[in-house]
């Protein structure tokens, strides 16, 4: 029996698989998180893909969070996505008339900061591997697929030379590479995406908020101003 796991997520939140996957297709990497007995978890930063029902990555053969792995182990791996800070100044239903607001009796200064952002949690089972063939894959097909998005997205300075192969790098120093790291095969058996974006807030104050991110204006700002407009509210008004 595969080892209990939890996430706290309330019901207007939760997202479903299809967007958990998407999140990782945008963001590309996820932190790999492990515990050994009693100590404090380890956690690791790394690229990572999702194919069925497995996330592979491969991390480096001195990282001793995955070298003193034998067996299969419970592990958690957390895909992070655009998040920021909300600021009640910019929801309009507890500011007052004077500050360009539209709070009503006692509604007036009752709102506090909060965090909007998107994340995925999945727990599994990791396994880790030193099979040279399979990490050849593995790595070939992590890097291109990286480099070929990285030119989708708009690389315009060496675009006409598209997307780096594994091809150009020399037959032995590609060899080598192999020998210097570990691959990760974890065994999905639970996704959670909590997509936390104003849900619950009326329609004022989530444009109220987005209008906010939007003129702080920082990549992560924008990204959350968008997934908010994008997202399904608990109710209209």
Not at 55 to 73: C, M, P
Not at 83 to 104: D, F
């Amino acid at each position: 029996m595969d080892p209990a796991s939890y996430v706290y997520i309330p019901a207007s939140q939760e997202v479903d698989e299809k967007e958990c996957r998407a999140l990782l297709e945008e963001v590309g990497a996820a932190l790999w998180i492990t515990a050994d007995g009693d100590e404090i978890p380890c956690a690791t930063l790394l690229p990572t893909l999702w194919r069925g029902d497995t996330l592979t990555a491969h991390a480096s053969g001195h990282n001793e969070q995955f070298t003193r792995i034998d067996d299969e182990v419970p592990c958690r791996v957390v895909i992070q996505g655009p998040n920021s800070y909300i600021s009640p100044r910019w929801l309009p239903s507890v500011q007052s008339s004077e500050n360009g607001g539209a709070a009503r009796g006692r509604a007036e200064g009752r709102g506090v900061g909060t965090w909007n952002y998107q994340q995925v949690q999945i727990a599994g089972m990791l396994r880790v591997h030193r099979d040279t063939d399979r990490l050849r894959d593995e790595m070939t097909t992590l890097a291109e697929d990286f480099d070929e998005k990285r030119i989708a997205d708009g690389c315009p300075s060496d675009a006409h030379r598209g997307p780096w192969t594994h091809d150009e790098a020399p037959t032995a120093y590609y060899e080598a590479m192999m020998h210097g790291v570990v691959g990760l095969e974890l065994r999905v058996t639970e996704v959670k995406g909590r997509f936390k974006l104003g849900q619950n807030r009326t329609e004022l104050d989530r444009s109220g908020a987005a209008a906010g991110l939007r003129e702080r204006g920082r990549g992560q700002d924008l990204a959350v101003a968008d997934a908010m407009d994008d997202a399904t509210p608990l109710y209209e008004g």
